[in-house]
């Protein structure tokens, strides 16, 4: 067929990066890469140890969630005071924690699957693509994953509870006490422990 029809074939080869590429960027294709890197990590888990993995899951991390837009909402109004340099040492912190969290709770491969499922409306620009995290044993876990503009904005716990709320409610009260500095020292205190338990 190729052979009888090469100039066809040759537009449609020009053409197939660029729909390469709009596939690449659909909310549930991001996701997908991401289990993709996640599942490949545990693969090699206890090969890799915690640096390993989370120098491997950081890349995977910034790809995918939108961390800036979720480091602001948790500092909340006191985001707007800060100067870029605190902004930075925020976005940082957060960056190593949610790392050390993911190099932390999957640490090694047991059969476990993602599954990807429907894309659904998030609301205000917003989309959700669902999934699941099949153990080889046990009940499936379901994760929604919130996006705008590409990235991932929050995580939906069994369909409804939100992560970034718990973690803003996580966070508040430190916020309240100490500012930012001892958010930032909190972050920085829990991700060293993740790293050595």
């Known amino acids: 067929m190729r052979r009888l029809f090469a100039v066809l074939i040759v537009g449609l080869l020009a053409a197939a ?8 960027d659909t909310p549930k294709a991001t996701i997908e890469h991401f289990y993709d890197g996640l599942l490949a ?3 090699q888990g206890k090969e890799l140890g915690f640096k390993g ?3 491997k899951i950081e890349p995977l991390v910034e790809g995918t969630f939108s961390l800036d837009f979720m480091a602001r909402l948790i500092v909340g109004a006191k985001w ?17 924690w949610v790392v050390a969290n993911y190099a932390n709770q999957f640490n090694s491969f047991d059969g476990e699957k993602f599954v990807t499922g429907d894309v659904t409306d998030g609301g205000r620009g917003t989309s ?5 995290i ?3 044993d046990g009940k499936p876990v379901s994760l929604g994953y919130r996006m705008l503009n590409g990235k991932v904005i929050d995580v939906y716990l069994e369909g409804s509870v939100s992560q970034l709320a718990l973690w803003r409610s996580q966070f508040s009260s430190v916020i309240s006490k100490d500012g930012v500095d001892g958010l930032i020292d909190r972050l920085k205190t ?8």
């Open 17 to 24: 990066p660029a729909a390469v590429a709009a596939e690449a």
């Open 41 to 43: 990590t545990m693969k």
């Open 53 to 55: 993995r989370a120098a």
């Open 80 to 96: 707007t005071s800060l100067d870029m340099a605190d902004k930075d040492k925020v976005l940082a912190a957060f960056k190593t």
């Open 128 to 132: 959700v693509v669902h999934t699941q």
């Open 134 to 136: 099949v153990p080889s």
């Open 190 to 197: 829990q991700a060293e422990k993740l790293a050595s338990s």
